[in-house]
């Protein structure tokens, strides 16, 4: 069966990567979710130099006893050779037939940046999927082997079957391709899937362990 790893970038908003996990699980593929980066919250006047900003600006709001502080969000640790390396041997000793991004709009930069420094070291498709993908998918694309635009249930069951199957990638129902000529195969939109059947149902037996 396959093994599929799936990159978290930027911890927070984690049902996605989970789900994802499970659909492999029940399919009886095995998953790695790694959380890689998280976000921090940082007074709006204070020093940022030691940060990475997202590609979204994020003004909040932090309320408390003490009164309201606005905050500015969107921003993380600026990415240092050595997390990169405990990404590069974790990934190694997981040995993926593929590899997964899952990221907001916020992290679409520090995805591209992920992206080839992994292709140093490993020869197998990187996907993407989330929201920003789903947004921007030229974009991403433009980085990526494939791209999942939309829910992407259905899509990571198929992508481990015809890994299993040491199948082609292409002419999958919600994604956007890139062939050998490196143009673009986008085919149409994934169904949205029925929820009743979803590996994170509550008792669901679809899920060994």
Not at 79 to 99: C, G, M, Q, S, Y
Not at 121 to 127: E, G, M, R
Not at 150 to 169: H, P
């Amino acid at each position: 069966m396959a093994n599929i790893a799936i990159i978290r970038l930027i911890y927070g908003m984690t049902l996605c990567p989970a789900q994802l996990a499970g659909e492999l699980l029940a399919a009886g593929h095995t998953p790695l979710v790694i959380f890689f980066k998280r976000m921090d919250a940082l007074d709006i006047n204070a020093d940022d130099s030691a940060y990475a900003r997202g590609d979204v600006p994020l003004i909040s709001y932090i309320v408390n006893s003490k009164g309201a502080q606005t905050v500015r969000m969107g921003q993380w640790r600026t990415t240092t050779a050595n997390e990169l390396k405990h990404l590069v041997t974790r990934l190694k000793e997981f040995e993926p037939d593929a590899i997964g991004i899952s990221c907001l709009s916020e992290a679409m930069t520090l995805a591209g940046e992920v992206t080839e420094h992994l292709r140093q070291y490993f020869d197998v498709p990187i996907l993407w999927g989330g929201t920003g993908p789903t947004l921007e998918a030229e974009r991403s694309i433009a980085h990526a082997d494939l791209v999942c635009v939309g829910e992407g249930e259905d899509v990571i069951r198929e992508i481990g079957a015809r890994l299993d199957a040491k199948q082609s990638l292409a002419d999958i129902d919600g994604t956007w391709f890139k062939l050998p000529d490196q143009s673009i195969q986008k085919t149409q939109s994934a169904q949205y899937p029925t929820l009743k059947p979803l590996p994170y149902q509550h008792g669901n037996p679809s899920i060994t362990r």
